[in-house]
């Protein structure tokens, strides 16, 4: 195969004999799918400066469930004043080793150490901003406990939040798109890159030549497909 040629993906070449030669595609059927509607806009956000952050889970330590890597980051937020704060899962867990002793149920640990602390940093900073409160975005983990093990993943279940940061806290689906501030921001919780990379076919370059950037073309083809997984079919241990 040429060095940049795709894995197995949605637009399907035309049907070719498989030999150790090289070859390319000649022809594709199909085309790839037309970009989705404008995603939700983050209502009240100020478009002349955009100041987003999408840290990744999980936000605690591998030998306790404080979730003191939450407490650090919602400081920094409040610090720094992000528009939006977009937190991709896992949040808890699923084979988290202290999760087996946690001494309350799944619900609640999601509840008390993470929903409460991003509702206690959104009340805190609607009160000192109130022209422009942060907006906070949870997306989930094939890897969640709470979270439907199936991809794409509904958003999160929980309560409803109290009235006043209602309209500022956001479950979303994985994947999911939103709009910050007039940007669109597409986001999802799965190592594309690395799964892309497992199923492409590349050559080494001829002697002398640049060595190509592998990180920029595997994400080419997450760009120039349109999806958020460019494979088809899918790993084997991905369940969709």
């Known amino acids: 195969m040429l060095c940049g040629s795709p894995p197995p993906n949605a637009v399907p070449p035309s049907e070719r004999e498989i030999s150790p030669e090289p070859f390319n595609v000649i022809t594709a059927t199909g085309r790839p799918p037309a970009l989705p509607a404008r995603p939700p806009s983050l209502s ?33 937020a409040t610090s720094r004043r992000a528009l939006a704060l977009v937190l991709v899962g896992p949040f808890v867990e699923a084979d988290h080793p202290a999760l087996a002793a946690a001494e309350v149920g799944y619900e609640d640990l999601f509840e008390q150490r993470v ?69 669109r921001i597409a986001v999802g919780s799965l190592d594309a890159l690395l799964m892309i990379g497992s199923a492409e076919l590349a050559s080494a370059p001829q002697p002398g030549a640049p ?28 369940p969709v």
């Open 44 to 76: 009240g956000a100020c478009r002349s400066r955009v100041h987003a952050s999408a840290p990744v889970g999980p936000f605690t330590c591998s030998d306790d469930l404080s979730f003191a890597p939450l407490d650090a980051l919602l400081e920094q």
């Open 211 to 238: 060595r190509p950037d592998r990180l920029l073309r595997l994400a080419s083809h997450v760009l120039q497909q349109r999806s958020f997984l460019p494979l088809l079919p899918p790993p084997a241990d991905l």
């Open 115 to 183: 929903m409460l602390k991003v509702e206690a940093f959104l009340a805190a900073a609607a009160e000192a901003y109130p022209h422009a409160p942060p907006h906070v975005v949870l997306v989930p983990s094939p890897r969640d406990v709470l979270a439907s093990p199936v991809y794409p993943q509904p958003p999160l279940p929980r309560r409803r939040s109290p009235e006043q940061i209602a309209p500022l806290l956001h479950l979303a689906p994985n994947p999911a798109a939103i709009d910050v501030g007039g940007v």
